[in-house]
């Protein structure tokens, strides 16, 4: 006894030191202790003291916790007979909590659960009528009084079962038992809710409970008409503070079901009920009676969600009304007086609601989109209004706190989606509002940057759907170009001028007034940002039009293309939108007014070439290669250029001094190589077989800086200049030979498969894959020897441990597979090698549990059963017997399933590779379960 009353004490103290020692060791000591006690034999006791009613609540807290820990891990391993016993015990604590401590009952019952989960029909056949049955019992000892606790504790229990049901991890064979004993609470809880509807209770802490039970049980219900009763109380409580939140859960429940589709009289019922009480709801919004009003924007939006359709009628009157008095409701809502998300958050939610709205309307088909666009477009309209004003930012003297901020920047996101949407359906006059707003705006004696920028950003968000059809925007621009001076209004501004970038790309009159004012903008700190954005979606859009302004956009943009001070990413999108212009002039301007561009940058990279390369020069010449890596991305040729120097191929050959540079005399910089290997990869796939006149130097140097430094961006350069000239028969000779090489200056690291030489490795393998997939002929030539070479580096490199180089071997293999049929030294090639990169690739499935590296094995043998799969059979059923690929221990009607398993696929990689991946696990859980397998090295 005095053991037990040590231990005791112990547990207490260890489970105060959990809720109150701030030391982690000791919390630490603590939960370590109270672990060992969960698993000790005298634990019963232990737990049944800790919940003794004399026991402080935090510790009946956690021994419930223990408790229901130790059901889930150790029910199994009870006896029959002690299971009986612990569910009395079970039932009989948890009434007893339900009279006297609200929080252990609650536990108690999540403990219960626990059981109830766990036991089977046989060991609990009838758990919710027991937990009925001693809950009725406590209470009837309790007297009349305790008759509305009864029922919360009932509901209680019967809303803890589904909740817990949710995480719950159901024992094999309990689904069903569960299943029935749900329908049979749902029965319970129904009958609850017609009995309280029938005696006009009013509790509305009872009703809470009844809806919140009821919600999470509908889904058992397939007629709606038996809870109509109660979807029409629900809808009642929706008013009430305290209810609004369990009725909403409950009516979101209903509207949810499969079910609800079939009653859509139902529908209209809830819509016409709140368009009903619309006065109601605005004076409980007035009144900041919250939890009521958001239930009206949780229901509505699930009916939005589920229903949007059948909640805009455009058949009746009454129903139209209906619709539209909760449109009015909801556009009073997102209109809620007060600065999101200071003075309000509740205007937030009915976003997704309205962006539901709108684009139910903007996708109808034709037969209704015509009446639909009628009767609720004014509403579209109604509501961009209500943005204008919500959206706008607080005033100077009341700044947002970062977080506030923050949430503001979501909220605009959210609400652009609906104005985008909204856009496509009320098309100009969406644009003629808010030119009218605009000017309104402006007209006022001191005009508020913060109301101008608020419609400006709603303009921003109108102009993304904006097209050539639309005519409001010339009314729109030249009050947009008036506004008062402010460093946010500017830049919202600019962003609004880059957004009408389509349409202005359609109005060359426009354009032209257009991008001579962001000159201005672009060179202050405040919006060069957005400016060169701006800027840039004008000139990709316009630049046809813009040919003609070409020398007027050079001059005013040169100051900032070579002005260090300036940020990268502006001088960068500036380049490009020079070069979206560029590419569309005439072949003579084009060469002239291209050397305005590259001039500066060529005059850099010279200097640069002439001197040692230190850390602090390659930094500053890193933004230069970026200058560079921006302008081939929009300078695609607009002819053919096979007779004549591209300004990109020009330049490449004038910068060869640099290149050369960087790629010999830098290598040992891997920045250097690496941004100059990212500026000619772009040059050489802009101009595809125009980068001509460079090739055979730019292939020349890459093969040499290769042999000093194996960058994988010099590989990726290398397959670039390989797939853009493969096709030219003078040079396939110069191809190969550049394999061949480059496979030379390879050969230690790919054929010791050195892992640590990783990223040349893949880079390697993916190369080559790309140069396959173009031409393997070109690649292997008539080398037999090579191509065995090859063969036997994807056999030696399949076998490492790191998934993405086996993934891209194996892609090597299969290009060499698919590649095979019209090549006689590729064929002899793999008809040598072949059975033993299939035994590496069977091998490495049937030894690794890990599925990245299972994966590209499995595609190999995959494809090469479809290329020859007779071959494939006879080998795998020889396989099947080879105790180094498969333990000897497996049994034979193992490897017959294999076998069947595998040989039926043939046309679905999928489950062909799940069935490998399947006979795989069983041999290694073989190799496991015997002795282990001696490792052999496959040749």
């Known amino acids: 006894a005095k053991m037990a009353e040590d231990t005791l004490a112990t547990a207490v103290n260890a489970i105060n030191t959990l809720n109150y020692n701030d030391d982690p060791v000791a919390k630490k000591g603590a939960e370590q202790w109270l672990s060992r006690c969960l698993v000790a034999a005298e634990s019963w006791d232990l737990i049944w003291n800790l919940l003794d009613q004399t026991q402080p609540t935090e510790v009946r807290f956690y021994a419930c916790i223990m408790l229901k820990n130790k059901l889930r891990r150790q029910w199994i391993t009870f006896e029959d007979e002690f299971k009986n016993q612990l569910i009395g015990e079970l039932l009989k604590r948890t009434a007893n909590a339900a009279i006297t401590d609200r929080v252990i009952f609650t536990k108690m019952a999540a403990v219960v659960m626990q059981a109830v989960f766990r036991a089977t029909s046989e060991e609990w056949p009838n758990p919710i009528d027991d937990l009925d049955s001693a809950l009725l019992g406590a209470y009837e000892q309790a007297g009349e009084s305790a008759e509305l606790t009864f029922h919360l504790r009932r509901l209680e229990m019967y809303k803890l079962l589904a909740e817990e049901l949710k995480d719950a991890h159901l024992v094999k064979g309990q689904s069903h038992h569960i299943s029935h004993q749900r329908a049979l609470t749902y029965a319970k809880v129904l009958e609850m809710a017609n009995q309280l509807l029938q005696a006009g209770n009013q509790d509305a802490s009872l009703f809470s409970l009844v809806f919140s039970a009821l919600a999470e049980y509908i889904d058992f219900e397939n007629d709606l008409t038996n809870v109509a009763p109660h979807i029409q109380a629900s809808l009642q409580y929706l008013a009430i503070d305290d209810v609004a939140e369990a009725a909403a859960d409950f009516l979101m429940a209903v509207l949810s079901t499969d079910a609800a589709t079939k009653f859509p009289t139902l529908l209209q019922a809830v819509a016409s009920y709140i368009s009903q009480q619309s006065a109601e709801f605005r004076q409980a919004l007035a009144n900041e009676q919250a939890e009521s009003v958001r239930g009206v924007c949780r229901v509505a939006t699930t009916l939005g969600e589920y229903h949007m359709n059948d909640l805009l009628p455009v058949d009746t009157e009454a129903n139209i009304a209906a619709a539209n008095g909760l449109l009015d409701l909801l556009l009073a809502v997102a209109g809620c007086p007060g600065q999101y998300p200071i003075d309000e958050d509740i205007s937030a939610m009915t976003a997704r609601f309205w962006c539901q709205f709108v684009d139910t309307i903007a996708s109808a088909d034709m037969e209704l989109s015509e009446p639909l666009h009628r009767i609720y477009g004014p509403k579209i309209l109604q509501l961009v209004d209500v943005l204008c004003y919500k959206l706008t930012l607080p005033s100077d003297d009341q700044p947002f706190g970062k977080d506030d901020e923050s949430e503001f920047v979501s909220y605009r996101s959210e609400w652009t989606e609906v104005i985008l949407y909204g856009t496509s359906v009320v098309k ?9 707003q605009l000017r309104t705006a402006m007209a006022q004696p001191q005009p508020s940057w913060q109301t101008c920028e608020s419609i400006v950003y709603c303009a921003g968000a109108v102009a993304q759907a904006v097209d050539s059809g639309f005519d409001s925007p010339v009314s729109f621009l030249p009050v947009l170009l008036s506004l008062p001076k402010h460093p946010v209004l500017d830049k919202q501004s600019v962003i609004c001028v880059g957004n009408f970038a389509e349409w202005l790309g359609y109005n060359s009159e426009p354009l032209f007034e257009i991008v001579p004012l962001l000159f201005a903008p672009l060179v202050e700190a405040d919006t060069m940002g957005v400016a060169s954005e701006a800027l840039f979606q004008l000139c990709d859009v316009g630049g046809k039009a813009l040919v003609s302004a070409l020398n007027d956009l050079l001059t005013a943009v040169e100051p900032i293309l070579g002005n260090s001070d300036f940020p990268v990413a502006v001088r960068q999108r500036c380049h490009e939108a020079l070069a979206c212009v560029l590419k569309h002039a005439p072949t003579a301007e084009l060469a002239q007014q291209s050397r305005r561009l590259f001039d500066p940058l060529q005059a850099k990279l010279a200097q640069a070439s002439s001197v040692p390369m230190t850390m602090e020069g390659m930094e500053q ?23 004549e120097l591209h300004p990109l191929a020009r330049l490449v050959m004038e910068c060869q001094p640099f290149i050369s540079h960087a790629f010999l005399q830098c290598s040992h910089f891997p920045d250097m190589v690496k941004e100059t290997s990212i500026w000619l990869l772009r040059v050489i796939r802009t101009l595809d077989n125009a980068s001509g006149p460079c090739f055979q130097f730019l292939l020349e140097v890459t093969l040499q800086s290769l042999q000093l430094n194996p960058h994988p961006m010099l590989m990726e350069l290398w397959s670039s200049l390989f797939r853009s000239h493969w096709k030219n028969e003078s040079l396939q000779s ?8 480059l496979s030379e200056t390879l050969r230690p690291i790919i054929s010791a498969g050195d892992s640590s030489a990783h990223d040349q490795i893949i880079s390697y393998f993916e190369a080559l894959g790309k140069t396959m997939r173009s031409s393997a002929r070109v690649v292997i030539g008539d080398n037999v020897d090579f191509a065995v070479t090859l063969l036997e580096w994807i056999g030696i490199n399949m076998q490492l441990p790191e998934p993405l180089i086996v993934r891209r071997a194996c892609t090597v293999l299969k290009c060499m597979f698919q590649a095979c049929s019209a090549n006689q030294p590729l064929q002899a090639a793999l008809s040598q090698q072949m ?8 091998y490495g499935i049937t030894h690794t549990a890990i599925r990245s590296l299972i994966n590209p094995l499995a595609e190999v043998l995959f494809d090469y059963y479809k290329l020859a799969p007779d071959v494939f059979i006879a080998w795998f059923e020889e396989q099947l017997r080879n105790p180094t690929i498969v333990p000897a221990a497996l049994e034979d009607h193992d490897r017959a399933v294999a076998m069947k398993s595998v040989v039926d696929t043939r046309m679905h990689s999928q ?4 069935a490998l991946e399947k006979f795989g696990q069983l041999c290694r859980q073989v190799a496991r379960d015997t002795e282990p397998v001696e490792t052999i090295v496959l040749s």
């Open 428 to 436: 100009d006059d969406i644009v003629e509002l808010l030119t009218q």
């Open 621 to 643: 010449l890193k933004p230069e290669l970026q200058m560079l890596q921006a302008i081939p991305l929009r300078l695609n040729p607009e002819h053919d250029y096979r007779d």
């Open 734 to 741: 110069t191809l190969h030979q550049s394999v061949l090489q």
């Open 835 to 842: 059975p033993a990169l299939l035994g590496t690739s069977l």
């Open 911 to 914: 489950r062909f590779i799940k």
